[in-house]
């Protein structure tokens, strides 16, 4: 079968011939080992680029097509082996990306006329392309992970830069954070376990397949796609309450209760137990936030800011207590900064540039000052749920050029990352030579990053 699919792409590739420019609904113009990279590939992965404001140096068509001819080799180096990342982690990054984007262009209606596809299409290539982000990360953190760099390395790195080009060293900032969770009517919930209910009702009946129900009405759009089905997962990986549930289960004939998680209210089937890991699907739904609600929220807040501004007690004293946000509360309110490329190697600093803050954040905190606390905001978290939030500016270092008492980690970073190119540069190189790579007439002419893709 392999074989067979492997010939046809070759066909299919020798069939199409026309310019990479011209009016064509789709075509192959990368061939990387069995798998293929398609015209359209490429072009929804500039619109998407274009969308999240990615600067593309060079000719779009030839650096992302490069660009994904890379990420096969890594993506054919895991499935040797046997790689793979969790999906709850990319599930929340989806939500998180799409929230953004329909937040840019105004609504979801406009940004599928951007895009050109729906939005379940759009959700559906978010999840491949950041799961296929994360898997590429751990197949990198393993070529790399016996990296050591010394303090002298870091020193004669340093020295050998001339004055005149010293990396420059952003502005980076640390921010506390005390969010309000809106409150929910009681007949909202009474509404969406009642329509939950029902669902179950459908299933146990036989009137309906729980995948169908999933695929029309569940909100984790990422899994309702997929029939609800979240894949092979660890307790660690999911939601404490909704993990509990989902290890009870034992019959797959079997729908659970209603179960309350931090992303709304879901009804479960069992698919399959291995050992300490579990698949199964869901149907989440989410509870709608009244603008009355919201509002109440942020004048909570407003009155806590007054308290806190009027010395009654700190803001680091009220996060504990007060905030809604579990990610932070036993830390002050202070945000970590998690953006990385692989899912297990997380360096988990405080500091964020201005651009690695959630883009309602940044804009609340690029006009504040030291010890400043902002006034209520509403923004959409990491769960995809619209809460009421307000910041303090703990810590800000302004950008400048990098001296080595001050910006000593970040140099080191620098060396680190220089060695780890190096490393993976290699890999690169000897993969190309190992690989099978046919690349349309029109692409052999690209300014390519690496060499040794147009193979004689």
């Not at 699919?5 to 789709?26: E, G, M, P, R, Y």
């Not at 113009?29 to 798998?35: L, N, P």
């Not at 376990?193 to 990422?222: I, N, P």
């Not at 291995?274 to 869901?282: C, E, I, K, L, Q």
């Amino acid at each position: 079968m392999k074989k067979f699919l492997f010939l046809a792409l070759i066909t299919l590739f020798n069939l199409v011939t026309l310019h990479a420019q011209s009016n064509v609904i789709d075509q192959v113009i990368w061939v990387i080992g069995d798998d293929a990279i398609l015209l359209s590939d490429v072009e929804n992965a500039r619109l998407d680029m274009e969308m999240e404001r990615q600067h593309i140096s060079g000719d779009p068509y030839c650096v992302i097509a490069e660009q994904m001819a890379i990420q096969k080799l890594f993506l054919n180096q895991a499935k040797l082996d046997s790689i793979d990342v969790p999906d709850s982690r990319v599930y929340q990054e989806v939500e998180a990306r799409v929230n953004y984007a329909v937040s840019q262009v105004g609504s979801k209606e406009k940004l599928e006329e951007y895009l050109h596809r729906t939005i379940n299409a759009y959700r559906e290539e978010l999840h491949k392309n950041i799961k296929e982000k994360y898997i590429v990360g751990e197949v990198q953190s393993g070529l790399v992970k016996n990296l050591k760099v010394t303090p002298s390395e870091v020193r004669t790195f340093f020295n050998k830069i001339p004055q005149d080009s010293l990396p420059y060293i952003e502005t980076t900032v640390e921010v506390e954070i005390l969010t309000i969770e809106p409150t929910v009517s009681l007949a909202e919930i009474d509404n969406i376990k009642e329509q939950l209910r029902d669902y179950t009702e459908q299933v146990t009946t036989g009137k309906k397949q729980f995948s169908a129900l999933a695929r029309l009405y569940s909100q984790d759009r990422a899994s309702a796609d997929r029939g609800g089905e979240l894949g092979f997962l660890g307790k660690g990986s999911l939601d404490p309450d909704f993990a509990v549930v989902a290890f009870e289960l034992n019959d797959p004939k079997h729908i659970s209760r209603v179960v309350k998680s931090e992303y709304g209210y879901h009804i479960i089937q069992l698919i399959e137990k291995r050992g300490d890991r579990v698949n199964v699907r869901h149907i989440l739904l989410k509870p709608e936030i009244s603008a009355e609600e919201l509002s109440e929220a942020v004048q909570k807040l407003d009155s806590i800011r007054n308290d806190i501004v009027a010395g009654k007690f700190t803001f680091e004293e009220s996060v504990p207590y007060l905030s809604s946000d579990k990610d932070t509360r036993n830390n002050h309110g202070l945000m970590v900064n998690n953006d990385g490329e692989t899912y297990s190697d997380r360096t988990g600093t405080a500091r964020f540039e201005m651009s690695e803050l959630p883009p309602e954040i940044g804009k609340v905190v690029y006009t504040m000052n030291i010890g400043d606390i902002s006034k209520p905001f509403t923004m959409i978290n990491s769960k995809g749920q619209q809460i009421a939030a307000i910041v303090k500016l703990k810590a800000r270092t302004e950008g400048h050029k990098a001296n080595l008492s001050e910006d000593f980690q970040a140099l080191r970073s620098m060396v680190e990352t220089e060695k780890k190119q190096r490393i993976i540069d290699q890999w690169i190189a000897k993969k190309q030579k190992e690989t099978y790579i046919r690349i349309n007439d029109n692409w052999k002419n690209c300014d390519f990053e690496k060499d040794g893709w147009v193979q004689k």
